[in-house]
């Protein structure tokens, strides 16, 4: 039904019935959602090219995979929230990306008694897929990166530590305000 999925820093490309699909949406995730939109539109009676305007048109919402690129960097900002399904699924997007990748990664809250284990999955994951793990957040530490007790002091950390190739992942629950994160790099490289 889908094929030729392509994922990168600009977007994704599939086919879907033989019609080439091209979305700024970024991670396997997102072509799936673009997939049940097709399937959708289809049964409602849209033309081909109707759908590929409006999946070509369709823009990230803020902290969900948005894309940013600066001064070098491509920062995924996924500020808005996590869980482990969400995690594993941005990583492997970040995973797929030709950069050396640095993970600022958060707390995942709301777990209930399983957190510890599920924290240490996840930083166990994220480590096999990046060149730099870095933490901040009470759970946070059990992902076993390289944590901070500030998102000030991780800030000038990624700062003296990235020479603008790389590509940034920033993910965690949205009680911890990553997006704060995201703004100061932005703002400060």
């Known amino acids: 039904m889908i094929e030729a999925i392509q994922l990168g820093e600009t977007g994704s490309r599939f086919i879907y019935q033989g019609s080439q699909?091209?979305?700024?949406l970024l991670g396997l995730a997102n072509v799936y959602n673009c997939?049940?939109?097709l399937c959708l539109t289809s049964q409602l009676g849209l033309r081909p090219e109707e759908q590929r305007q409006a999946i070509a048109e369709v823009k990230?919402?803020?902290g969900r995979l948005e894309?940013?690129?600066h001064n070098g960097l491509f920062i995924i900002n996924d500020t808005y929230n996590a869980n482990p399904v969400s995690m594993k699924n941005s990583i492997d997007f970040v995973a797929t990306i030709?950069?050396?990748k640095i993970f600022i990664l958060g707390d995942m809250k709301e777990l209930g008694t399983h957190s510890k284990t599920l924290h240490q999955n996840i930083g166990e994951y994220a480590k096999k897929h990046c060149d730099m793990l870095?933490?901040?957040g009470d759970e946070a530490r059990l992902y076993g990166g390289r944590h901070f007790k500030t998102k000030d002091i991780?800030?000038?950390y990624v700062i003296d530590n990235v020479d603008g190739e790389e590509a940034i992942l920033v993910k965690a629950s949205r009680i911890l305000q990553f997006e704060e994160i995201v703004n100061e790099i932005v703002r400060r490289y």
Do not use: G
């Open 21 to 24: 699909f091209l979305t700024p």
């Open 35 to 37: 997939l049940a939109a």
């Open 154 to 156: 991780l800030v000038r």
């Open 67 to 69: 894309p940013i690129h």
């Open 98 to 100: 030709k950069r050396n």
């Open 60 to 62: 990230a919402e803020s």
């Open 134 to 136: 870095l933490t901040y």
